[in-house]
């Protein structure tokens, strides 16, 4: 079955640091990739999205992710956090034949500290 | 402009009732999806609409869910004879075309509690 994981559940890290969160994908087509954040009473808001063309995708709030086929990975980086970082971080694919529906890794609380 | 909007926020009943939850989703859009989050849990699709009809309804776990969009706007989905596992905050995202590089945009979610 098709599917995403996102290593980590929890992610902890210092205002200032580098924030990177986890994503591979099984899939024998290419996908297409999404990041999601949910803040604490909000709707998902989409962070940045790869479907074709440049692999480095750069996202709102200094996100980026790089699609790498050849480790079937979609990882988002931001290389300095701030506190306002501190979420819940989805990434998602849709995939050939399955219509236009994302399927959601499990995914990552991040805690950002001072 | 206004997001997509779901009523009520949260929704509180006893097992064996009937549930409606209501999507408004964003003016123009035509394609409009349903997930559901449990605690701990991404969401999961559940079922999706292209204009009046359910293009996909795969994810609904079995026929006690339905869902209806009668006029290619407002969507409600149905819960019949509520179970406790049925808890959890079902999400609604409404998207310009439907296609698959389109952004789904999502609205707050409404929390089921069955108890």
């Not at chain 2, 699709?45 to 009046?52: C, E, K, R």
Request: charged share 15%.
């Amino acid at each position: 079955a098709q599917s995403v994981t996102q290593l980590g559940s929890h992610v902890s890290v210092s205002e200032g640091a580098l924030v990177l969160l986890r994503c591979n994908y099984s899939s024998s087509v290419p996908p297409y990739l999404f990041w999601y954040v949910q803040y604490p009473n909000q709707g998902l808001q989409l962070l940045l999205k790869y479907t074709t063309g440049a692999t480095l995708v750069k996202g709102i709030n200094g996100f980026e992710a790089e699609f790498k086929k050849s480790e079937t990975s979609f990882h988002l980086t931001k290389p300095s956090a701030h506190m306002s970082d501190a979420a819940e971080y989805f990434c998602a694919v849709s995939y050939t034949g399955t219509a236009s529906k994302l399927t959601f890794g499990t995914g990552t609380r991040l805690q950002v500290t001072l | 402009g206004a997001g997509v909007s779901q009523t009520p926020s949260n929704k509180v009943t006893e097992k064996g009732k009937y549930v409606e939850l209501r999507c408004d989703p964003i003016s123009g859009h035509t394609a409009l999806y349903w997930y559901r989050q449990s605690l701990g849990q991404g969401p999961e699709f559940l079922i999706y609409f292209q204009g009046t009809g359910a293009a996909d309804d795969s994810g609904l776990p079995n026929d006690r869910f339905f869902a209806v969009r009668p006029e290619g706007s407002v969507s409600t989905l149905k819960i019949q004879r509520t179970e406790r596992g049925d808890s959890a905050v079902y999400l609604c995202a409404s998207s310009s075309k439907g296609t698959r590089t389109d952004t789904q945009y999502f609205g707050p979610g409404t929390r089921l509690t069955v108890l």
